[in-house]
């Protein structure tokens, strides 16, 4: 028999993007492998294999294309991804998905910055059609409920299927997004099928304040740790079994091989891709989920310069809150003294000056933390501190007792202690969702 064109594409990027199977002693394939956990009678969990001799971390697509795409045959396919759904040699898996002849892919759905990953915070792409594929591509940006379920029936698919590159913190907002997109799926009457790839910051523990609801919203829908420390499935898991039951989606979540909750991204031997525009390393995941609270100040947290999130400063700051925040002899980290001129966002063209974060031992380090005692410093530091008008970091944090308790004078301590009755509920519901060791 030959393979058309699009045939032989197909093959290629399914033997890419499985790189050596045999070799990795993977268990099975996409709906052969035994079940590593379940979610009621919603779905189905792939199992995560055995890691063999290859070091390197199989994602979830890998895993599909291992199997053959058996988890998608005889369906009508969209894919919900951006720039980092890529396979290991940096392929975009739209296009390895629609030169597949057993894949009948027939819509991109772009979420936050859009599919191809052009937009700032805070903006999309819009609707288009990809040059590379022909293929419509939707926005789901903004929208949810019964607005993005028609989005899915008007594509006229089956499946949606979830595969972004998350970091790790509450408040990036790809989760809610594949949230979103699993409760539309269940209106519509679709299955989601999730596509498992690394939390870059590891997954050894949650921290932070766990949401409350009264202050859900696009940066937090539901109440989970602010650095969860999950993968998009086990997340998805957990949003089926704990948040969806009143209608919860068919559910198939293809997990990776070779990843452990110990793992920073750099052992994972994958190729990183800036999941947002500022997010440009790993290092700026691992900073993300403290000085992204910087968001809800009148100070920059790094936007518009080389490294955000890894600098946070304003105007008329000095030395004296380096100085201050590296007396409080946070695990970890080292605070030196920076100055940088954003070329967009929060002072715009004005010399800043400021705090660089210098993690010099990852596993101690708690980014949370670091963000807290960064925020009581720089009140403590700095006459011209202030939080936006429309208490942000409200929403950041997931209820006013972070700016309350900050602005009463309160120590690290003293906050952390205020969500760790929470923390410690949340870690124990989290506990049944986990797929790693």
């Known amino acids: 028999m030959t393979l058309s064109r699009r045939g032989v594409l197909g093959l290629a990027g399914a033997i890419g993007s499985a790189g050596a199977v ?43 294309a291992a199997g053959g795409y058996a988890a998608l045959a005889g369906q009508k396919v969209g894919v919900v991804t951006n720039p980092t759904g890529i396979t ?35 903006g999309s792409e819009g609707a288009s059609r990809d040059p590379a594929t022909g293929l419509p591509v939707y926005d789901t940006y903004d929208k949810s409920g019964q607005r993005l379920a028609d989005v899915f029936t008007a594509a006229g698919i089956d499946t949606v299927v979830f595969d972004i590159q998350d970091v790790g913190a509450r408040f990036y907002t790809y989760i809610w997004t594949l949230y979103d997109c699993m409760r539309a799926a269940a209106l519509a009457g679709k299955a989601v099928v999730v596509l498992d ?62 990843w452990r909750r110990e793992s ?17 390393t790993p290092d700026t995941a691992l900073a993300y ?68 974060l210098i993690v010099h ?23 011209g501190f202030g939080w936006r008008a429309d208490h942000w970091i409200d929403r950041l944090t997931g209820s006013d007792r972070v700016r309350t308790l900050v602005d009463a004078g309160a120590g690290v301590d003293e906050v952390a202690g205020d969500w760790a009755a929470g923390l410690a509920r949340f870690a124990g519901v989290r506990e049944g969702y986990l797929l790693y060791p």
Not at 345 to 351: C, D, E, N, T
């Open 22 to 64: 045999g070799s990795a002693g993977m268990a099975g394939a996409v709906g052969t492998a035994p079940a590593t956990g379940t979610v009621g009678t919603a779905g189905t969990t792939v199992a995560t294999g055995t890691p063999g001799a290859a070091a390197r971390v199989r994602t979830g697509f890998e895993r599909l």
């Open 88 to 122: 290991a040699d940096a392929r975009h898996l739209v296009d390895v998905l629609h030169a597949d002849e057993r894949v009948d892919l027939v819509a991109v759905f772009g979420p936050e910055h859009g599919f191809r990953g052009t937009a700032q915070a805070g």
């Open 197 to 258: 790839r690394p939390n870059p910051v590891g997954g050894r523990r949650a921290a932070g304040p766990v949401l409350e609801r009264p202050y859900a919203s696009f940066v937090g829908r539901e109440p989970i740790a602010l650095a969860h420390g999950m993968t998009a499935a086990e997340l998805a898991r957990l949003f089926n079994g704990e948040f969806l039951t009143d209608k919860p989606v068919r559910l198939r979540t293809v997990a990776m091989s070779g």
């Open 264 to 280: 920073f991204f750099g052992e994972t031997g994958l190729p990183w891709v800036p999941p947002s525009p500022n997010m440009p």
């Open 289 to 356: 989920a403290g000085t992204c609270l910087f968001e809800g100040t009148n100070l920059s947290e790094g936007r518009g310069t080389t490294t955000p999130f890894e600098v946070v400063g304003a105007e008329g700051i000095d030395r004296r809150w380096a100085q201050a925040a590296n007396a409080l002899g946070l695990p970890g980290v080292w605070f030196r003294e920076a100055y940088f001129t954003p070329t967009f966002s929060k002072h715009v063209g004005k010399l800043c000056g400021g705090v660089r």
């Open 361 to 383: 031992d990852r596993e101690a380090f708690d980014p949370v933390r670091a963000g807290i005692g960064l925020l009581i410093t720089a009140r403590r530091a700095w006459s």
